[in-house]
């Protein structure tokens, strides 16, 4: 992303793409909606750890109606670069302004923001970071660093430290990870006086806040146990949902933004018109008042948090795997699949949303046609490749509660089995065509041998209980996901969803309008 490119015409011939810069901005308010608001009079009061496509396409892009609303001046963001300086070579050059490029079906929208006042790449100047960290006027400190990052064992739900985290107790100083940085960050306000910054995890996790809390606080555990009380004391660690599908830009579609938009753009980000924020309403060092463009402020994240991963996410996770082995490669191709389309659909209608509870304000029957809308939109086009990578994280988190939820109940999960069905034939490497498929996964060779020693018998992969508990010793379930893994074999993926969808019947037709989405 970072290359230096030709500057290409626009559409028209006439003029040539302009670089996206403060000294242009105004050239450009033909061409996109661009940031109206005295930049320079934004104060930091935000620090983003980690930036990268979807942070930028969704909590940058509520900051920066926040300030183009002229709601508050006091939250501009300051960005942190943890390991690749990528980001910071693409985005110093055009004053840390980018472009964020709304594509339905139907419209297309551009967005110059800027409520980014200021990026540093951590490993060039981790001094720098601290200080901002220390400064009174940083607030919060938000995050989308990936569940990796916060080293919780998933079997005893603790903080594990790994090497880069034991270095950073060697030499507190000099951090290299998130969870560094935070702890002496915390500390040199807790040594000065300050007050502490509320850590908002906004990564897809369960719990983020929890889980956050439980990292930062076991680290420092590791390093002061006085530093540990008074983080636990004092710190607040809100959970929140998030929700924006946000593919990544390839240098095609960067090359083809700057030829029909006119901006030459380093690094443009693409992303659906939808978007939602919910946060715990629970901050330690002043609010920003977020709810006025479109933020829900809500007690209780939990019912929110499970209504997306057990919906979206999931139903990434079903379309993903069957899609794959299908020969398919993108959202928009397995819903155009009138098979597709309904087996999602009536996956989510009869067999997760009755194991939900109802989040308040919100209506989940229209939060799943919304879903069906989202995900078929061919201006967004998702890799399937992208939806499947981390499977032996992403089922186990998304899809496999439901299994396990159903099961207890005696409710219907033929669907459901057969998404799980989908992701045993996916190890196994190979689409119905015989052409390869790249399993990635940090577990990727066990499970393959697992899938491929069993063939149509999942027991030697069910055996793997940090994924699917006792389910190995569910004889009533083996038989069942044996008998889809037989179907998927000898009729292939289409034929046999076919085949359920035909026990069943019913199901919402193809053209159901989306559900209203909120604003950005």
């Given at each position: 992303?970072?290359?230096?490119?030709?500057?290409p015409s626009s559409p028209?011939?006439?003029?040539?793409?302009?670089?996206?810069?403060?000294?242009?901005?105004?050239?450009?308010?033909?061409?996109?909606?661009?940031?109206?608001?005295?930049?320079?009079?934004?104060?930091?009061?935000?620090?983003?750890?980690?930036?990268?496509?979807?942070?930028?396409?969704?909590?940058?892009?509520?900051?920066?109606?926040?300030?183009?609303?002229?709601?508050?001046?006091?939250?501009?963001?300051?960005?942190?670069?943890?390991?690749?300086?990528?980001?910071?070579?693409?985005?110093?050059?055009?004053?840390?302004?980018?472009?964020?490029?709304?594509?339905?079906?139907?419209?297309?929208?551009?967005?110059?923001?800027?409520?980014?006042?200021?990026?540093?790449?951590?490993p060039d100047a981790p001094?720098?970071?601290?200080?901002?960290?220390?400064?009174?006027?940083?607030?919060?400190?938000?995050?989308?660093?990936?569940?990796?990052?916060?080293?919780?064992?998933?079997?005893?739900?603790?903080?594990?430290?790994?090497?880069?985290?034991?270095?950073?107790?060697?030499?507190?100083?000099?951090?290299?990870?998130?969870?560094?940085?935070?702890?002496?960050?915390?500390?040199?306000?807790?040594?000065?006086?300050?007050?502490?910054?509320?850590?908002?995890?906004?990564?897809?996790?369960?719990?983020?806040?929890?889980?956050?809390?439980?990292?930062?606080?076991?680290?420092?555990?590791?390093?002061?146990?006085?530093?540990?009380?008074?983080?636990?004391?004092?710190?607040?660690?809100?959970?929140?949902?998030?929700?924006?599908?946000?593919?990544?830009?390839?240098?095609?579609?960067?090359?083809?933004?700057?030829?029909?938009?006119?901006?030459?753009?380093?690094?443009?980000?693409?992303?659906?018109?939808?978007?939602?924020?919910?946060?715990?309403?629970?901050?330690?060092?002043?609010?920003?008042?977020?709810?006025?463009?479109?933020?829900?402020?809500?007690?209780?994240?939990?019912?929110?948090?499970?209504?997306?991963?057990?919906?979206?996410?999931?139903?990434?996770?079903?379309?993903?795997?069957?899609?794959?082995?299908?020969?398919?490669?993108?959202?928009?191709?397995?819903?155009?699949?009138?098979?597709?389309?309904?087996?999602?659909d009536r996956l989510m209608?009869?067999?997760?949303?009755?194991?939900?509870?109802?989040?308040?304000?919100?209506?989940?029957?229209?939060?799943?046609?919304?879903?069906?809308?989202?995900?078929?939109?061919?201006?967004?086009?998702?890799?399937?490749?992208?939806?499947?990578?981390?499977?032996?994280?992403?089922?186990?988190?998304?899809?496999?509660?439901?299994?396990?939820?159903?099961?207890?109940?005696?409710?219907?999960?033929?669907?459901?089995?057969?998404?799980?069905?989908?992701?045993?034939?996916?190890?196994?490497?190979?689409?119905?065509?015989?052409?390869?498929?790249?399993?990635?996964?940090?577990?990727?060779?066990?499970?393959?041998?697992?899938?491929?020693?069993?063939?149509?018998?999942?027991?030697?992969?069910?055996?793997?209980?940090?994924?699917?508990?006792?389910?190995?010793?569910?004889?009533?379930?083996?038989?069942?996901?044996?008998?889809?893994?037989?179907?998927?074999?000898?009729?292939?993926?289409?034929?046999?969803?076919?085949?359920?969808?035909?026990?069943?019947?019913?199901?919402?037709?193809?053209?159901?309008?989306?559900?209203?989405?909120?604003?950005?």
């Amino acid at each position: 992303m970072t290359d230096a490119v030709p500057t290409p015409s626009s559409p028209d011939g006439d003029r040539p793409a302009e670089p996206l810069n403060a000294q242009n901005l105004p050239r450009l308010a033909d061409r996109a909606q661009v940031p109206t608001y005295d930049r320079t009079a934004l104060t930091p009061a935000v620090v983003h750890m980690s930036v990268g496509g979807f942070s930028r396409a969704h909590q940058l892009v509520y900051f920066d109606e926040l300030a183009e609303r002229g709601v508050s001046s006091e939250w501009g963001v300051v960005g942190v670069g943890l390991h690749t300086p990528a980001m910071r070579d693409a985005l110093a050059p055009q004053d840390h302004l980018y472009t964020v490029v709304e594509r339905d079906s139907d419209a297309e929208r551009a967005r110059v923001v800027g409520a980014m006042v200021d990026y540093v790449y951590a490993p060039d100047a981790p001094g720098r970071v601290l200080d901002l960290l220390a400064d009174e006027h940083t607030r919060v400190v938000t995050m989308t660093v990936t569940g990796t990052a916060y080293r919780i064992d998933p079997q005893t739900g603790e903080f594990r430290p790994d090497d880069e985290a034991l270095d950073d107790l060697t030499h507190p100083q000099q951090p290299c990870s998130v969870l560094g940085f935070l702890v002496e960050g915390l500390d040199r306000r807790r040594r000065a006086g300050l007050p502490p910054f509320t850590v908002l995890s906004c990564d897809n996790m369960h719990s983020n806040g929890t889980a956050a809390r439980t990292a930062v606080v076991g680290f420092t555990r590791l390093r002061d146990e006085v530093l540990a009380r008074w983080i636990a004391d004092n710190v607040a660690f809100p959970s929140s949902m998030v929700d924006r599908i946000t593919p990544t830009t390839s240098p095609e579609e960067r090359d083809s933004i700057a030829a029909d938009l006119g901006i030459d753009d380093n690094w443009p980000v693409i992303t659906e018109p939808f978007s939602q924020w919910f946060v715990e309403d629970r901050f330690c060092n002043g609010r920003p008042p977020l709810e006025t463009v479109g933020v829900r402020f809500v007690r209780d994240i939990e019912h929110y948090e499970l209504m997306k991963t057990r919906l979206l996410n999931a139903g990434h996770c079903a379309l993903g795997y069957l899609g794959q082995v299908a020969g398919l490669e993108t959202t928009d191709q397995v819903m155009a699949d009138p098979v597709f389309h309904d087996y999602l659909d009536r996956l989510m209608t009869t067999e997760v949303i009755p194991l939900l509870p109802r989040p308040e304000g919100v209506d989940l029957d229209q939060y799943e046609a919304s879903l069906l809308h989202r995900f078929a939109n061919p201006a967004i086009g998702n890799q399937l490749t992208r939806l499947t990578r981390r499977g032996s994280t992403k089922m186990p988190n998304y899809l496999l509660p439901s299994l396990f939820a159903a099961r207890a109940e005696g409710r219907p999960h033929a669907l459901l089995t057969l998404a799980v069905a989908g992701w045993i034939r996916y190890l196994e490497g190979t689409d119905e065509a015989g052409q390869p498929i790249e399993v990635q996964d940090q577990l990727a060779d066990r499970l393959q041998e697992l899938a491929r020693s069993g063939g149509t018998d999942p027991r030697p992969l069910l055996g793997e209980r940090s994924l699917f508990a006792d389910l190995a010793e569910d004889e009533e379930f083996v038989v069942q996901l044996q008998t889809a893994l037989q179907q998927l074999q000898d009729d292939g993926v289409r034929a046999t969803l076919a085949a359920h969808l035909t026990q069943q019947g019913g199901g919402r037709p193809a053209a159901e309008e989306p559900a209203e989405q909120l604003p950005a």
